[in-house]
């Protein structure tokens, strides 16, 4: 089906763990955007990525990873979990920078 | 610092009210100015602004944007009880040296609307 999904939509994980969130778009989108979404914060970005191999931080960088090996894929990896990372994570994407974005179903993710 | 307010940050109102939502925002190199609804899921897109003073309209939902002063307004006429939602402002702007726009998000007006 077409769209943006991500994987899990939610995971239950413990302080130190790695967790690797997954985003899959079916657009060939060239943008594609990770944000955490909290109680008080609204929206904040963490990376975004103009195209494959291109990425870069956003206002919450700390503690997360991105890669972008395909153009459809943009994972965010949590290296070593915090329960500051508990939060619920979406995945959005755009085909140009005019363009609105998308976003995805959203990840609950709650660190232990 | 870029930042986006929104106000009022809940509403409570009956079914058949008129609603007027609030953004301003001060962001740097603006491009666009967005609102989303967002209902316990992934937040779905309602409306782009790129022009002062042309309202864009689609059935009971209106905004307008002011770029002289720095706000917009979205109007919800005849609310209904499915309107109950987060309506978040979003404003794009382009860093510096960068071609790409980074949207930042205002922390939403929740509405409440009673039957």
Redesign the interface.
């Given at each position: 089906d077409a769209g943006i999904t991500q994987s899990p939509r939610y995971k239950i994980t413990e302080t130190g763990r790695q967790v690797t969130l997954m985003c899959h778009q079916t657009w060939s989108h060239s943008?594609m955007?990770w944000?955490r979404q909290d109680l008080?914060?609204?929206?904040?970005?963490i990376y975004?990525s103009?195209a494959a191999d291109i990425t870069?931080k956003?206002e919450v960088p700390d503690g997360y990873v991105v890669s972008r090996s395909k153009t459809e894929n943009f994972p965010l990896t949590l290296e070593s979990a915090t329960r500051s990372q508990t939060s619920v994570y979406?995945c959005a994407s755009k085909g140009l920078?005019?363009d609105?974005?998308?976003?995805?179903?959203?990840t609950r993710l709650t660190v232990l | 610092e870029d930042k986006v307010v929104q106000s009022p940050l809940s509403l409570v109102v009956h079914e058949g009210d008129t609603v007027t939502l609030n953004c301003s925002y001060e962001v740097t190199n603006f491009?666009?100015l967005?609102w989303?609804k967002q209902e316990k899921?992934?937040?779905?897109?309602l409306f782009?602004l790129t022009s002062s003073g042309i309202e864009k309209k689609s059935g009971r939902l209106s905004s307008i944007l002011d770029k002289k002063e720095l706000f917009s307004i979205l109007n919800i006429t005849a609310t209904q009880t499915g309107d109950s939602a987060v309506y978040?402002c979003?404003v794009e702007g382009m860093d510096r040296g960068?071609?790409?726009?980074?949207?930042?998000?205002?922390?939403?007006t929740q509405l409440t609307v009673w039957p």
């Open positions: 943008y955007f944000y008080g914060h609204g929206l904040r970005l975004y103009a870069d956003g979406f920078p005019g609105t974005q998308y976003f995805g179903p959203g | 491009r666009s967005l989303y899921k992934a937040p779905t897109f782009m978040l979003a960068s071609t790409l726009g980074r949207l930042y998000f205002g922390r939403g």
